[in-house]
């Protein structure tokens, strides 16, 4: 007889200890089945014990242990501890965060071969060219396995009548279907491309001389080649037989990413890691991964959890980037917990930006992280494009839209180059206004407005979902004149089309690329040239080469300028750095608009100059005045709940505990409580929602608060009120 003790998934701190009889061999990691309550629960064992401080009466059988391939690492299972406890979230609930749904249930699972898609050597010695033109899908078909072998999910992605199609071009020959991509141990192939510059020779070398553990901040240009610095300190990895695990912030970027990668490493198993996939498609990545059948994992935040057994790089590209940041449940930043899973295993990490977090760089410049620069374009006649404020305030404006920037767009249409209009979301969305009362089109149920959504003649509360038919009168006095105030995408584009209107105009934000082939749709339209001017929020800001486009027009900036938020004008920085990025070609230079009424301000002046080091430097000298990260720690408790006195008594109580906790402990004051105040949303769906900020100057001290502070949470908690704690907070 023996102890295990068990990870369920319930909001409860602890683990739970059960009995498996001595004939029955468990180890750490492995699934199992027990009774909780009254249900049949999955759980994992998370420690084997001889015995329990439980009564030995109260201690149940495990219902069934779960003999699959799907048993956790002791690797993992302490990455997870780190996690639950860094994060002081559950245990339980953070190992089942990190597992694909498919293994969430108490299925066993076995790992199931997904046939694989190859061209045969009579396929591969078809010419598209020969091949019948009006065999459309078939041609497809072939175009893509020509890139690389692919399972049934990536074929039937490319069309409706995929899966029939593609029997039909097993059955001519063309095409053999194996159990699993074979691995390659022996090394591989790699198309090196180019000859390094210098500096990536050097940034290369460095990555590959680091003894253990270290993390390395990547600050290059944009165009100055970061990619492929990747795929050279990724191949002398693979080429040592290891893994790689490369985070990417937007799961739009993961397709060409992936495409890229396989172009570059043709015959390495590649897999990616992202919600887009089905469950079956992550549980079969997940498995290959695990297996170290995979040699790189490309994938959003989630992926830093994928079990890697012989890993030995991680990079985080655009490690800048809020995306990494989990905003509810577990709210951990694949960033930070990139570069522990890097300590614990001993190898390097790289961040990588052309604009670092100021966390980061911060930590460059105190030596923390090894700083590698590329400070030039890797091909010599690109250069970056000018950036040129426009004065709003002294120019002719047409709902929100300069006549200078009219002009510009105007001049690329005659000359067959494209423009991006891009409009910063947070904030913009247009909504309707009473020019005789001032009434606005605020949404019942949440301190926010409703937006505006002119297509389906609607006003939509973006927070709780709520909607309703635009009204013909205002429903404060009846008058009749409501107009749109603010600038969304489909404003301006009604704006533009009316300016322009043989012009041939496409609206990219997430409404529009929720569809995955959709998006991908449209991108080849870009590419095509078959687009005159683009509208697009922050998705087209990352990166998208689109060869025609040569000027960039940014709407309406300020608001970030002075924002309540203090990280906003760091990411307007890097956003508009990242958006400039698109325009230009070396052949066609590229040109900025900004349309502001600060032109003057330090951010525009340092984005003019491509001076991130100049901006940064500023910015953590204000950083430090104000007392805000990085050189100070925080954590946010948020709550809320429908009656308003409840939300904020549980936020005093807990404010009276944290000071009193504060004066007694051997802290002897080093925490700083500040004030409970209204979130920056302060109603939602019915609820109000309050904060309690607290920071310190070091994190262990930190911690050690929070793990003291937070049992006491749990006691003033009522059932009434939603609660969380967020540990390096990165919204407000
Ligand atoms: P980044 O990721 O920093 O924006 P990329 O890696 O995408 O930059 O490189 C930008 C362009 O420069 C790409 O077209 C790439 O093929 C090219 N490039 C990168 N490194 C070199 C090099 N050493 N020599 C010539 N061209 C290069
Ligand atoms: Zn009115
Ligand atoms: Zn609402």
Redesign the pocket.
């Given at each position: 007889m023996s102890i295990v003790r068990i990870a369920l998934d319930v909001p409860l701190p602890t683990l739970f200890d059960y009995m498996v009889d001595s004939g029955i061999e468990v180890s750490k990691g492995q699934r199992v089945v027990v009774q909780f309550g009254s249900r049949q629960m999955l759980g994992v064992v998370m420690e084997t014990a001889v015995i329990s401080d439980v009564p030995h009466e109260r201690i149940k059988q495990v219902t069934q242990v779960l003999h699959d391939s799907a048993a956790l690492s002791s690797g993992l299972l302490d990455l997870l501890r780190f996690c639950s406890d860094y994060y002081l979230y559950p245990v339980g609930q953070t190992v089942f965060t990190a597992l694909p749904a498919r293994l969430r249930s108490i299925r066993p699972e076995t790992r199931k071969t997904m046939l694989i898609y190859r061209l045969s050597a009579s396929g591969a010695a078809i010419d598209l060219n020969d091949f019948p033109k009006r065999k459309v899908v078939q041609r497809r078909i072939l175009a893509k396995l020509a890139e690389h072998p692919c399972n049934i999910a990536q074929i039937m992605a490319l069309s409706a009548s995929a899966a029939a199609q593609l029997k039909s071009l097993v059955h001519q020959g063309y095409v053999d279907q194996c159990d699993a991509i074979p691995t390659s141990t022996a090394g591989h192939t790699f198309e090196n491309?180019?000859?390094?510059?210098g500096e990536?020779q050097q940034a290369v070398d460095a990555v590959e001389h680091a003894q253990g553990y270290e993390c390395f901040l990547l600050h290059?240009i944009?165009?100055?080649?970061?990619?492929?610095a990747y795929v050279h300190m990724m191949h002398h990895k693979m080429l040592n037989g290891g893994q790689v695990l490369l985070l990417v912030p937007e799961i739009n970027l993961t397709p060409q990413m992936e495409h890229y990668f396989h172009s570059r490493f043709p015959g390495v198993d590649l897999i990616s890691l992202h919600s887009g996939l089905s469950e079956g498609e992550r549980l079969h990545n997940w498995q290959l991964a695990q297996s170290g059948t995979a040699q790189i994992v490309l994938g959003t935040r989630l992926a830093v959890f994928a079990e890697l057994p012989r890993l030995e790089l991680i990079i985080v590209d655009e490690e800048h980037d809020s995306s990494f940041k989990q905003q509810d449940g577990l709210r951990y930043s694949a960033r930070d917990v990139a570069i522990f899973r890097a300590h614990q295993c001993g190898i390097p990490v790289v961040l990588g930006s052309a604009t670092p977090s100021l966390e980061s760089y911060h930590n460059a410049q105190i030596g923390r992280y090894q700083l590698l620069k590329?400070t030039e374009r890797?091909?010599d006649s690109s250069r970056l494009p000018d950036v040129r404020c426009i004065n709003i305030d002294q120019t002719v404006m047409h709902h929100g839209i300069s006549e200078s920037l009219l002009g510009e767009i105007g001049q690329r249409i005659a000359r067959h180059e494209q423009s991006l209009i891009f409009i910063n979301r947070r904030g913009y969305a247009p909504v309707l206004m009473c020019t005789d009362c001032g009434w606005i089109s605020g949404c019942q149920h949440c301190a926010g407005n409703m937006v505006l959504h002119l297509n389906e003649h609607r006003l939509r509360c973006h927070h709780c979902g709520y909607q309703i038919r635009v009204p013909q009168a205002c429903p404060s006095c009846g008058n009749a004149g409501l107009h749109p105030v603010g600038s969304g995408t489909q404003r301006v584009e009604s704006v533009l089309q009316e300016r322009f209107p043989d012009a041939r105009i496409l609206r990219v934000d997430r409404d529009s690329t929720r569809n995955k082939r959709a998006w991908r749709n449209m991108r080849e339209q870009i590419r095509a040239n078959e687009v005159d001017i683009l509208i697009g929020t922050q998705m087209l800001a990352k990166g998208h080469d689109f060869p025609a486009l040569t000027l960039v027009g940014v709407l309406n900036p300020d608001t970030a300028l002075y924002s309540s938020d203090f990280r906003a004008a760091e990411r307007l920085f890097a956003q508009l750095v990242q958006v400039a990025?698109r325009a230009g070609r070396a052949d066609k230079p590229g040109e900025v608009l900004v349309q502001t009424a600060f032109p003057e301000h330090p951010l525009f002046r340092a984005l003019h100059d491509y001076d991130f080091e100049g901006w940064a430097a500023m910015q953590l000298v204000e950083r430090q005045m104000a007392g805000f990260p990085p050189f100070v720690y925080q954590a946010m408790l948020r709550a809320e709940g429908k009656q308003e006195k409840e939300v904020f008594r549980y936020l005093n109580d807990a404010r009276m505990a944290a000071v009193n906790l504060n004066q007694s402990m051997e802290l002897q004051g080093s925490m700083e409580m500040l004030g409970v105040v209204p979130a920056a949303m302060p109603r939602r769906a019915n609820h109000f929602r309050a904060q309690l900020l607290i920071q310190a100057k070091n994190r262990k001290v930190m911690q050690q608060f929070l793990h003291v502070w937070q049992p006491s949470l749990n006691e003033h908690q009522t059932r009434k009120l939603r609660c969380s704690l967020d540990v390096d907070p990165m919204e407000y």
């Open positions: 491309a180019h000859t390094l510059t990536q290059g944009t165009g100055s080649g970061k990619t492929e590329l890797a091909q990025g």
